[in-house]
């Protein structure tokens, strides 16, 4: 099936995009997970949100679930590691999954923080961004996961199912639950190298080798998910239709620059959604 409308991202952008699609009959499919985000869940208290004077991330978070659950849309549990521009749609990679679209909204949240010396040389030739995605790739043999919030330790738990060891670097101070065939190291990653067929990880604490290393990011760098995509440092040019440079391709939230704000991110969601929308129907009258 083809969808019209494929949505990444469970922010308050991505989240207000869904409502949009909804409303205007489309197909869609919304991609992310139940936690929606950390920057929703992890906020302390939050008073500029119209409608909700004095709430914590929290309680925001209730509020959009209970939001989503209402309008009965649900989420796609996963995470998109590759999109490719198919020429009138789009093809999204997720885990060992394609799912069509014919239009995309990237609201992804920004990246924050530089990748690590190494890293981006050696992504697809020893790193790896997704482990439901390249975890068989790795059976049998020794990887590392470095992991960005608690939700990536879901992913480190399946790795550990179907490699020959996993040892988790975890890059937040909560304690991780994860498998006992799992080591824990609390060291931080500084670069990456290539030695023969594995990777050298350089980590506070000295050198240890891999075969394979997943950086598991809250997002990634949204040219490495879309080729094609015109970036400007961390952020995504949009004009005021929120379209990117691909056609079809529309961003929204932080992805788009600053200010990081949620009321921003759900009023963009809600203009690429309508832009989404134009765009179809346009396609679907040519
Ligand atoms: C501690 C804290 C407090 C804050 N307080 C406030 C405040 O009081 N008021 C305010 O207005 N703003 C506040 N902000 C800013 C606000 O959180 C952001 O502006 C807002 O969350 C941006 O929404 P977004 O939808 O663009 O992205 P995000 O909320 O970052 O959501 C993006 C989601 O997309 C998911 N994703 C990324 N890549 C993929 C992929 N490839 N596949 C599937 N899913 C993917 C991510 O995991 C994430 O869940 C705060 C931020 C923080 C960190």
Do not use: W
């Amino acid at each position: 099936m083809r969808y019209d409308i494929a949505i990444i991202g469970t922010g308050p952008a991505g989240l207000s995009a869904a409502l949009t699609a909804k409303k205007r009959n489309k197909s869609f499919i919304l991609i992310g997970s139940r936690h929606l985000s950390v920057k929703v869940e992890k906020a302390h208290l939050i008073q500029n949100y119209l409608g909700l004077p004095s709430v914590s991330g929290e309680e925001l978070k209730k509020a959009f679930l209970a939001h989503l659950d209402a309008e009965q849309i649900a989420i796609t549990e996963n995470r998109v590691s590759q999109v490719f521009a198919m020429g009138d749609y789009y093809a999204l990679q997720l885990g060992e999954d394609i799912v069509e679209a014919t239009a995309i909204i990237l609201a992804t949240g920004v990246v924050t923080g530089k990748t690590f010396p190494g890293e981006d040389a050696l992504l697809g030739r020893g790193v790896s961004y997704c482990a439901t995605c390249d975890a068989t790739l790795y059976r049998g043999k020794d990887t590392a996961v470095i992991g960005y919030s608690a939700k990536e330790e879901e992913e480190a738990a399946f790795l550990a199912e179907i490699a020959g060891s996993v040892v988790y670097y975890p890059m937040y101070k909560e304690e991780p639950a994860l498998p006992e065939n799992v080591k824990v190291l609390r060291e931080k990653p500084v670069s990456f190298a290539k030695d023969g067929r594995k990777v050298v990880l350089t980590t506070d604490a000295g050198e240890a080798v891999y075969d394979g290393v997943f950086v598991l990011r809250d997002a990634i760098s949204p040219g490495t998910l879309v080729p094609g995509l015109e970036t400007e440092g961390a952020h995504v040019p949009v004009d005021r239709r929120m379209a990117t440079n691909l056609p079809g391709c529309f961003a929204a939230g932080d992805l788009t620059g600053l200010p990081y704000q949620y009321a921003k991110a759900a009023g963009e969601g809600n203009v690429a959604a309508l832009s989404a929308v134009s765009y179809i129907d346009q396609l679907k009258k040519a």
